[in-house]
């Protein structure tokens, strides 16, 4: 069944260091991976796609097939950044249907 | 008015009354949603339509009926709902039939739900 895992529930840095967002995912095929984003008061907006190989506010994910893994990645954080971040996954075949995991509290400390 | 609107806002209904959530979009796309988030759950995919076409029905209980009369417009009727239905009820769409799966998604601000 397709799942999408993301252990933390609540992750709290401080400005300037270092962020990485964990998801794993759990699907037979070849799935297309995004992050989404939820900062306070506004509405769950796409954040970076896999297929796009792009950076999006600095943030990067890495797809690694071996793992299973989509971790989202920034490598100085910024205040802004704090929000609920949510990792998802589509079947290529049926676009319609995209799986959210349970989503990361990013919280960054001035 | 752009983007995705849902309405009301916020609804406090009795587990015997009947009700409507309402979602709206000027985005030209055909394809819309209605997902579930809830505090204790991942966001839960509840319905999809393609088309106006149901496509997916994900094991949702059928005191939750959704309507999808134009590519514009997705209604989700609601009928003796029980407390644990209480949740944000987030609406999106999407423009499908594309030959890459952009996989995005453009939400509303959600329908606060509140069954007592």
């Known amino acids: 069944a397709q799942r999408v895992t993301q252990p933390e529930k609540l992750l709290s840095v401080f400005k300037g260091a270092p962020v990485e967002l964990k998801c794993n995912y759990s699907?037979?095929?070849?799935?297309?991976l995004f992050w989404y984003v939820q900062y306070s008061r506004q509405r769950l907006q796409l954040l970076l796609r896999?297929?796009s190989r792009e950076s999006i506010k600095g943030f990067t994910a890495d797809l690694n097939k071996g793992e299973t893994s989509f971790h989202l990645k920034k490598p100085f954080a910024q205040e802004e950044d704090s929000a609920m971040y949510y990792c998802?996954?589509?079947?290529?075949?049926?676009?319609?249907?995209?799986?959210f995991g349970s989503g990361t509290r990013l919280s960054i400390r001035p | 008015e752009t983007g995705v609107t849902q309405t009301p806002r916020h609804l406090v209904m009795g587990m015997t009354n009947k009700k409507s959530l309402k979602c709206e979009q000027h985005?030209?796309?055909?394809?819309m949603y209605w997902y579930k988030q809830s505090a204790k759950k991942p966001l839960e995919l509840m319905f999809v339509?393609?088309?106006?076409?149901?496509?997916e029905n994900n094991s949702v209980p059928s005191r939750f009926s959704p309507e999808c009369p134009n590519s514009s417009h997705l209604f989700l009727h609601l009928h003796t709902l029980q407390p644990e239905d209480s949740a944000l009820y987030l609406c999106?769409?999407?423009?499908?039939?594309?030959?890459?799966?952009?996989?995005?998604?453009?939400f509303g601000e959600g329908s606060r739900l509140t069954v007592l």
């Open positions: 339509y393609n088309f106006k076409e149901q496509t």
């Open positions: 699907y037979s095929g070849s799935p297309e």
């Open positions: 896999h297929i």
């Open positions: 999106a769409s999407s423009q499908e039939g594309l030959a890459a799966n952009t996989g995005e998604l453009f």
């Open positions: 998802a996954l589509s079947d290529p075949s049926s676009a319609s249907k995209i799986i």
């Open positions: 985005l030209g796309h055909n394809a």
